[in-house]
């Protein structure tokens, strides 16, 4: 009896290792809920969809409303987060953009995989208030640019 417990024990710890391996990393986790930036312009939202961290970007029109203009999308393959991101067309036969990131390991530094005017983006959750969030997009021109957000819920 004490065998077979031991026996449950062993392939219980197994099945949790690789069902962690496949999982998100917590400070990915901590970017889901929805983040407006500092200056009100407008906002990101991410939510937790099984394996996959999914959110969209959106920008403030001139009337005061949202306007979705980015889907994003964060992923673990291989074990390197990828972070993806396609452009919202409000013309459905316009073509869209969509860039792919990667992240070494599981940091969330992601490198453009083109040759684009983004080189790399970083989201940087406060240690202290995880309620504070800032937005790192690094350009080919090397130039830092830093977006502060706050959570909103």
Avoid at 47 to 53: G, R
Wanted: hydrophobic share 40%; no cysteine; glycine share 4%.
């Amino acid at each position: 009896m004490k065998r077979t417990k031991q026996y449950i024990t062993l392939i219980l710890m197994v099945m949790s290792v690789f069902h962690i391996q496949a999982q998100l990393p917590n400070k990915a986790e901590k970017l889901v809920g929805k983040w407006e930036y500092k200056k009100g312009s407008g906002s990101e939202e991410f939510i937790l969809d099984a394996d996959t961290l999914k959110g969209t970007a959106s920008l403030v029109d001139k009337y005061g409303e949202e306007v979705p203009v980015e889907n994003m999308q964060i992923k673990m393959v291989n074990g390197n987060l990828i972070y993806s991101a396609e452009k919202i067309s409000a013309d459905s036969l316009e073509k869209v953009d969509q860039h792919i990131f990667v992240a070494k390991g599981k940091r969330l530094k992601f490198y453009n995989t083109e040759d684009e005017f983004v080189q790399a983006l970083k989201y940087r959750v406060r240690w202290f208030n995880a309620n504070k969030m800032v937005l790192v997009i690094y350009t080919s021109d090397h130039q830092k640019r830093k977006l502060k957000l706050n959570k909103v819920d």
